[in-house]
Nanobody, 118 residues
Framework: VQLQASGGGLVQSGGSLRLSCAAS????????MGWFRQAPGKEREFVAA???????TYANSVKGRFTISRDNAKNTVYLQMNSLKLEDTAVYSC?????????????WGQGTQVTVSS
């Protein structure tokens, strides 16, 4: 599975962005997918994950503001980000893997930059 993230950009605090992660391969629907982010000088952190069945989980820092979803027909997973804060600035990456809820991520896409300005 190859993953390609897109949709990042510059947005003002309080604004919204939707990230997309397009996957190649016919077995996308069998994978659990996740979004991670890494801010400058910080370790990569978990943001959200969605099971092949649609069940989802979120980091506390984004719960209620971000929504992860997937369209298996389009081999794409999305991250809708609302009420963005300065601390959401990071490079966001998508990943795919097996098992749930502790997903063993085997595939990683390149990141897309999200910058939130005041």
């Amino acid at each position: 599975v190859q993953l390609q993230a897109s949709g990042g950009g510059l947005v003002q605090s309080g604004g919204s962005l939707r990230l997309s992660c397009a996957a190649s391969g016919r077995t996308f629907s069998r994978y659990n997918m996740g979004w991670f982010r890494q801010a400058p000088g910080k370790e990569r952190e978990f943001v959200a994950a969605i099971r092949w069945s649609g069940e989802s989980t979120y980091a506390n820092s984004v719960k209620g503001r971000f929504t992860i979803s997937r369209d298996n027909a389009k081999n794409t997973v999305y991250l809708q980000m609302n009420s963005l804060k300065l601390e959401d600035t990071a490079v966001y990456s998508c990943a795919g893997g097996r098992s749930w809820p502790a997903v063993n991520y085997s595939y990683w896409g390149q990141g897309t930059q999200v910058t939130v300005s005041s």
